[in-house]
């Protein structure tokens, strides 16, 4: 198959697709890789590695569109890039569609076969094409914050760590699933008060055994959310629900009572993001002020760290892309059924539940489609 690799261009989106140790990897299948001119720079790859691993360099985005029978990218198509979709053409990359609901009709519209790296499974029920990215943005997630919490960045003027003769910061994390995992473990490692989130009692207990006494774990039904928001300095909201938009957690009274200078970062952007009044932001203007609260709502947190996060991303979608190109869609799908829950759109139709149910879609099954 020819498999196409365009430059990614949502702001500051750094990542690629491919790395040039899987562009050989493919090539050596016989399969014929094209991608964009410096798609990869940024990630420190340029292009003659890529021509080293066989793949070919191209300079326009729409000649890799218009000459591939699979589009691998990290982020969302943006509107000028689903434009260029063809029909039947498959689409293999991170799509959020539960809070994207113009993205959702462009595809649908396209008649493309779009899978999305965050709801492909696996045999126990998780995610490991969303888990290392998770786990990047867990990571990033308690450095951001940590920053935002500096004087010179509107924070409350403390270091999370503390010092001595100084408390450290009061860190609470919502939800214990691999971005609050993550997250725990920088800011453990910074030595701040913790406390862990989380509707699971057995995934409180396991949080309990990896990290002792350097966490408080809280069961959510158990817990004054509101009251425990207001004493910290740094809210972590790591929610997810897969394939869905993330449910809104803390509303806009909790934030009210938050401390002058508390810092929120919201992984759930991707899907909506669990905090009332958060709104997606960038790498370039990362934060706003709501009551006097920090915001970090960065939508593409592992685009800042780009060659962590491409080298993690490909070593979990290539044997899936492997698959995909050497089999084709039909028979890469019906034989491994974690692989067709990515199937989130398929010619004109939505193939993923939580998708169809909030923007009001017909939902089909994809078996019913594809078989």
Do not use: W
């Not at 326009?60 to 198509?77: L, R, T």
């Not at 809070?99 to 462009?106: I, Y």
């Not at 760290?305 to 799908?333: H, I, M, Q, Y």
């Amino acid at each position: 198959m020819r498999i196409g690799v365009p430059k990614e261009i949502k702001p500051q989106e750094n990542r690629i697709g491919l790395t040039p140790e899987s562009v050989k990897a493919l090539t050596s299948e016989g399969h014929e890789v094209l991608v964009e001119n410096n798609g990869g720079y940024e990630a420190g790859f340029d292009d003659e590695q890529y021509k080293n691993s066989g793949a070919k360099i191209v300079s326009k985005a729409e000649d890799i569109f218009n000459d591939s029978e699979i589009i691998v990218k990290v982020k969302e198509p943006l509107t000028n890039e689903i434009k260029m979709i063809r029909e039947n053409q498959i689409i293999f990359t991170y799509l959020h569609l539960a809070a994207a609901k113009e993205l959702t009709e462009g595809l649908v519209k396209s008649k493309a076969i779009c899978i999305a790296y965050e709801t492909i499974t696996d045999k126990n029920g998780r995610l490991p094409l969303l888990a290392p990215m998770s786990a990047v943005a867990g990571r990033m997630s308690v450095q951001a914050g940590a920053h935002c919490l500096e004087k010179n960045q509107k924070g409350r003027g403390i270091l999370l760590g503390g010092a001595p003769g100084g408390e450290p910061g009061n860190v609470v994390i919502l939800g214990g699933g691999v971005v609050g995992e993550n997250a725990a473990i920088i800011a453990t490692g910074m030595r701040a008060k913790v406390h862990i989130v989380d509707k699971s009692k057995e995934r409180l207990k396991e949080l309990k055994e990896i990290f002792g006494n350097k966490i408080i774990p809280q069961l959510s039904s158990e817990t004054d959310l509101e009251k425990l928001i207001s004493k910290c300095d740094l809210l972590v909201g790591g929610v997810l629900v897969p394939g869905a938009e993330a449910p809104k957690l803390v509303t806009k009274k909790m934030i009210k009572k938050m401390k002058r200078g508390s810092v929120i970062v919201d992984v759930a952007i991707d899907q909506g993001g669990c905090v009332e009044t958060s709104k997606p932001t960038t790498h370039a203007n990362p934060t706003y002020i709501i009551d006097d609260v920090v915001h970090y709502c960065v939508a593409n947190m592992p685009g800042g760290v780009p060659r962590t996060s491409t080298l993690a991303l490909n070593k979990v979608t290539l044997p899936f892309l492997s698959k995909l190109a050497k089999e084709g869609v039909k028979k890469a799908l019906t034989s491994d059924s974690n692989f067709m829950a990515g199937l989130n759109v398929y010619k004109g139709n939505v193939t993923y539940k939580a998708v169809a149910e909030v923007f009001g879609y017909k939902y089909i099954s994809p078996n019913d489609l594809i078989n």
